[in-house]
């Protein structure tokens, strides 16, 4: 949804042993919390009355869906942050909150008891716009399936939807700032007719500082109609085609009673049980409570990891093909995956993906990536390679000044299990390094570019290093290791220039302080 959300999947996080610890007793707590409510879901004893009291249609009424948190069940998205300010709250004990440059959204899908939307049906919210940074536009985004139902206040900056279309409509200026106001939408303006179902809620603005409070739908329909008769809330249930329940629930409904498998039955009669049946909310009800906050503390946990992104396999492999004179358009042979004939071929039994082809590459038989990433760390320490041309191995190469020392090195570094610091150590411990970079007329003579190892590695340092010790010798360098990236000084105005005018990569803030300025290079 947000363009510029820096973990788009496919993602790896990387948590802490400390953040491992607390999730794994998170989880665990959760699984306990899950395993007592199936219990007793299938250990409730259910009757059906002999009268049943079916709901009645309701007078219009406000149903508040988000008050300190998402709704139960739904899977939240985009960072959500709440805060109990600005004060006074409209209502609950927090307010969820984002500062954003440029465009930037949080929002939520999946909720397991949806808004229904009937005839005059009104959506709400509360919302404060910060004074001293008051955003340029709000939208508000519902989802029934689709997220083409938006409304909008303030400028013209968020490009999404037709304009003056159910999939962007304004509604008018931004409200005034420093107060909460409410915001009101007509469902059927942003084509949410009757019947509809909204089980997503999204909140986005274009730069500033927002909060947003509580909210939900003035509705006629019931959101959470009281039913003491299963029998009639099925046939509820099958007349509305079962839009409201999820996937495997939806199917079932839809089969005649008598058609239905006992899992069918037993999973509808569980559902209504544990979500519906008044006579079981005060035992139920207490065990959601529990596990959404368990779910909630997971999750806060897991977001507070540090990610990286990583390459997902696609399921179809992309073809390629030999192209006629390089022209694209010009398509010859299709081209398979393979390795070249000259060297080992692929393992049996390993998949030829991204990943067989990484096991081949660190494959003990191969004969070049081990010494070629040996010559390539031995550039980095000595200045030039065993091999000169690091970049060529092949016909057109330099060959190497010590053949049997590349061998040897090679060799050591795959027993070594690749441990490149452990190879580095090797290097910097060697009596070739620590020797005096001083050389005489003679020796200079014989090897000015010291490819006999007669004399210490002299070579211009990378800008890294420098850095690093021009912070040494200063004393202001910090030897802290790792933590979140840094923002480091950048010449004013580069970001409008380089960076794309939708996005919030043009503002760019320089981080401040020792710890971040001044931490050493990894």
């Not at 930037?104 to 005059?120: D, I, K, N, Y």
């Not at 939807?161 to 939408?185: F, N, Q, Y």
Request: hydrophobic share 35%.
């Amino acid at each position: 949804m947000d363009g510029n959300r820096k973990d788009p999947s496919p993602v790896v996080k990387v948590l802490t042993d400390e953040q491992k610890t607390q999730l794994a007793d998170a989880q665990s707590q959760l699984e306990q919390l899950r395993t007592e409510l199936a219990t007793q879901v299938a250990a409730f004893e259910y009757v059906e009355p002999e009268t049943p009291a079916k709901p009645q249609p309701a007078e219009p009424k406000e149903f508040v869906w988000i008050d300190d948190a998402v709704p139960t069940g739904a899977k939240a998205d985009g960072g959500w942050q709440f805060v109990d300010n600005p004060k006074p709250l409209p209502s609950g004990q927090k307010a969820s909150t984002r500062k954003a440059e440029g465009l930037s959204q949080h929002f939520f899908t999946g909720a397991s008891e949806p808004l229904r939307v009937a005839e005059g049906d009104r959506l709400f919210t509360y919302v404060y716009l910060d004074p001293k940074n008051t955003p340029k536009e709000i939208m508000l985004q519902w989802n029934d399936g689709s997220w083409d139902h938006r409304a909008y206040w303030g400028g013209n900056h968020i490009d999404w939807g037709v304009e003056g279309s159910v999939s962007r409509k304004r509604i008018g200026d931004l409200p005034p700032a420093g107060e909460w106001v409410r915001l009101e939408v007509s469902a059927a303006d942003v084509g949410l007719n009757p019947g509809a179902v909204i089980n997503g809620w999204a909140f986005t603005q274009f730069d500033g500082t927002t909060y947003w409070d509580k909210a939900g739908i003035v509705s006629k329909a019931d959101q959470q109609p009281v039913y003491d008769s299963l029998v009639a809330w099925l046939q509820d249930q099958a007349a509305a085609k079962g839009s409201a329940l999820p996937e495997p629930l939806k199917t079932a409904i839809n089969i005649e009673p008598d058609k239905r498998s006992d899992k069918q039955h037993k999973a509808l009669r569980d559902h209504f049980v544990e979500h519906v049946y008044v006579g079981s909310r005060a035992i139920f009800n207490p065990l959601h409570e529990k596990i959404a906050a368990m779910e909630k503390r997971a999750k806060e946990i897991e977001d507070s990891a540090a990610t990286t992104l990583v390459f997902r396999e696609a399921k179809s492999q992309k073809p390629a093909y030999m192209l006629e004179r390089g022209e694209y358009d010009r398509r010859k042979d299709e081209v398979k995956r393979a390795t070249p004939a000259i060297l080992p071929p692929m393992p049996e039994g390993v998949p030829n993906d991204r990943l067989g082809f990484a096991n081949w590459l660190v494959d003990p038989a191969h004969p070049l990536t081990a010494r070629v990433t040996v010559n390539r760390l031995w550039q980095q320490v000595f200045g030039t390679g065993i091999v000169k041309t690091s970049e060529d191995f092949g016909s057109q190469g330099e060959p190497p000044s010590h053949p049997e020392l590349l061998d040897w090195l090679a060799v050591q570094f795959i027993e070594d299990g690749w441990d490149v610091k452990h190879l580095m150590k090797r290097f910097v411990m060697s009596a070739a390094y620590r020797q005096s970079s001083q050389v005489t007329p003679e020796k200079l003579e014989r090897d000015p570019k010291n490819r006999l190892l007669a004399r210490g590695p002299r070579y211009r340092l990378d800008a890294e290093m420098l850095r690093d010790q021009a912070l040494a010798v200063s004393g202001l360098i910090v030897d802290q290791m790792g933590g979140p990236s840094v923002k480091p000084p950048q010449p004013d105005g580069l970001w409008f220039a380089v960076g794309y005018s939708g996005s919030n990569t043009v503002r760019f803030k320089q981080d401040e302080g020792p710890n971040k300025l001044y931490r050493r290079t990894l």
